[in-house]
């Protein structure tokens, strides 16, 4: 492409009932084609859930501190962006076994391999408010969505599932589901993950069957503190030339409730009543403070 700028800020469009943009989209054969083996790890999650978070945390279990400086995106490939590198291409090349691979596919768009090769998936959910609040400020830094346009205005899309990878509601709770008939998959939230990392990475490596020594455990909970993530360059994503980080980080703030700073009382009241509508599952509860 000569102007990188012409094929950025993609638009919206319905996509086998969800809305998506083509940088997700143009592979799709070779997405839904893709050969899974039963080590993989997948990390799934809706965008902005703390997946880079969870990556970083299955990177350093599995292969510790890497000799040579390797992005995040290079170590837990994104099966399905088709960008300046497809994902495929990078998932199907990782050396690593076991290989992590990050997805934000709704449950029904999982290549069918994953399942049929039982590979372990570790969704990762948080809570509605502070992930809209996350999406917005993501968006208008990633020249790779669409624009945001004003705050109030993206709420209201957010709560009609016109968001790229569509509904949050469907989303998180098509992926619970799951969960009754899928025995290898562990869904996990950000807000436990913010109240106790250490409790968490536990919960994880009994999933795994990994059993690291406690300084290990220690040193990991360290490396993944959102300070230091945020200073590193390998986890923080400021390498990528799309993001503009004078307009927002990649790594924010990281917080739970959040969302108090950006919704007016109205807009929550609004946003409290929808979501009864959309969230009947009494099982699947989530923690917008903690
Ligand atoms: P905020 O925008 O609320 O700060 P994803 O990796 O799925 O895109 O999610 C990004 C969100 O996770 C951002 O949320 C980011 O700051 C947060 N995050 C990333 N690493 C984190 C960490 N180590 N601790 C807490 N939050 C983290």
Redesign the pocket.
């Known amino acids: 492409f000569s102007s990188m700028d012409a094929i950025l800020r993609p638009k919206l469009f319905d996509f086998h009932g969800v809305s998506m943009t083509k940088f997700f989209t143009e592979n799709w054969e070779n997405i839904q084609n893709f050969q899974a083996r039963p080590d993989d790890i997948l990390i799934a999650?809706?965008?902005?859930?703390?997946?880079?978070?969870?990556?970083?945390i299955l990177d350093l279990l599995y292969f510790g501190q890497r000799e040579k400086p390797i992005p995040i995106y290079e170590r837990v490939p994104f099966l399905e962006i088709f960008h300046s590198a497809m994902g495929v291409d990078l998932a199907d090349k990782l050396p690593t076994s076991p290989r992590l691979i990050k997805t934000h596919l709704p449950v029904q768009f999982v290549p069918k391999s994953f399942w049929e090769q039982k590979s372990r998936i570790v969704y990762?959910a948080?809570n509605a408010k502070?992930n809209v609040?996350?999406?917005f400020?993501?968006d208008r830094m990633n020249k790779i969505e669409p624009e945001p346009g004003d705050w109030s205005s993206y709420l209201q899309r957010f709560k009609q599932g016109e968001m790229v990878f569509g509904s949050w509601y469907d989303h998180v709770s098509n992926w619970w589901k799951k969960k009754q008939t899928y025995s290898n998959l562990h869904y996990m939230f950000?807000e436990d993950?913010?109240e106790d990392?250490g409790r968490e990475i536990d919960k994880l490596c009994s999933f795994l069957g990994l059993t690291p020594s406690v300084e290990e455990k220690t040193r990991i909970v360290g490396e993944?503190?959102?300070d230091?993530?945020?200073k590193d360059d390998m986890?923080n994503y400021s390498t990528v030339p799309v993001l503009n980080f004078k307009i927002?980080?990649?790594?924010?703030?990281?917080?739970v409730g959040?969302w108090k700073n950006h919704f007016t009382v109205a807009q929550n009241e609004e946003f409290d009543e929808d979501y009864k509508t959309k969230m009947k599952d009494p099982t699947l509860q989530f923690r917008s403070k903690i």
């Open positions: 999650t809706y965008p902005k859930a703390g997946t880079t978070w969870v990556s970083n990762v948080r502070d609040v996350s999406y400020h993501f950000f993950m913010v990392t993944v503190h959102f230091k993530m945020k986890a927002s980080p990649f790594m924010r703030k990281g917080k959040d």
